[in-house]
């Protein structure tokens, strides 16, 4: 199961990355051909895309690693550094875009009504929301969450460019030049705001951010509905490593109560968490009762 849905990942991770380069190499002979700054600044939106999809697949493929010696926590968070270095590279393409937005309004030119230049950029945004689509079915059906992220992401590009593609028309028609520029810096920013908001999530993983209120929630009715035997759970902490999350608590128990007896009851919560959660890492902490502190009670 968990690597039928890995093989998966990574097959549409090799479709998206095959995808995003023929988008890529079809926008910028649009931008080429009309000379037009907004479509250049969509094309090196697609550049993003295809360095996105080239981490994304060596990351699954890290991610999908069993823990080892060097890393007994497993690889699971090599998905927060994949996210930093994708924002990186988004900060640098907006860069690159709000030079030429300032070049352009220092000295506008219009861009040409170049009929090819045009088509071809429509051909790659059809493809986008095609894959877009297909990316946003699969991802229901097998309930991945990041397969949706990705068809998410592709559908704004779609609807970006398309605004592009009118704003550039728009600008041959009524001959007004700076608009051309005005979209381009329109469009670095919606890349700049994306990337912020990768680079802040993936630093809150690394921060090791727990579970949200729901799920936990969750995980302390499963606790206390199966703690038979024992006299209270406390400390619940929680943390995430991309897929893998990590469970820990104290378990307090007659201090008269046998290594054995307290073991089965571990046992027995570890294995209704490790169905509830996938891939869930516990960590449980016995102590007699008279040495408890309590703090965070779950009362059993
Ligand atoms: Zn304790
Ligand atoms: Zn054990």
């Not at 090196?44 to 010696?69: G, K, Q, Y």
């Not at 937005?101 to 945004?125: C, D, E, F, N, Y």
């Not at 704003?167 to 994306?194: K, N, R």
């Amino acid at each position: 199961m968990a690597s039928d849905s890995a093989s998966t990942m990574t097959r549409f991770a090799l479709g998206s990355l095959a995808l995003a380069v023929v988008v890529l190499a079809l926008k910028a002979v649009a931008a080429w051909l009309t000379g037009s700054i907004a479509l250049y600044a969509d094309a090196l939106e697609s550049v993003v895309n295809v360095i996105t999809a080239v981490v994304a697949l060596i990351a699954v493929r890290l991610a999908a690693r069993p823990a080892d010696a060097v890393l007994p926590y497993g690889y699971g968070k090599v998905e927060y550094f994949s996210a930093v270095i994708i924002g990186i590279f988004i900060a640098v393409a907006a860069l690159a875009i709000f030079w030429e937005t300032w070049q352009g309004l220092m000295q506008p030119r219009l861009p040409k009504a170049h009929l090819g230049g045009i088509s071809v950029s429509v051909l790659g945004t059809i493809i986008n929301a095609v894959w877009a689509v297909l990316l946003l079915r699969v991802g229901h059906r097998e309930g991945s969450l990041s397969l949706r992220a990705d068809g998410q992401h592709l559908l704004t590009d779609v609807a970006s460019t398309a605004a592009v593609l009118i704003g550039v028309l728009l600008a041959i028609v009524t001959g007004y030049a700076p608009l051309d520029a005005i979209l381009a810096g329109l469009v670095g920013i919606a890349i700049l705001w994306s990337g912020w908001q990768l680079i802040r999530e993936s630093v809150i993983g690394l921060m090791d951010v727990s579970v949200d209120d729901k799920r936990l929630g969750h995980i302390r009715e499963i606790i206390a509905a199966n703690a038979e035997g024992a006299i209270e759970a406390h400390d619940i902490r929680t943390r995430q490593a991309g897929r893998r999350t990590f469970i820990e608590f104290h378990l307090v128990v007659a201090g008269s109560m046998s290594v054995s007896e307290a073991h089965a009851i571990c046992d027995r919560i570890e294995a209704r968490l490790r169905e509830a959660e996938t891939d869930a890492q516990i960590t449980i902490h016995v102590e007699p009762e008279e040495k408890a502190k309590h703090s965070g009670i779950v009362v059993v």
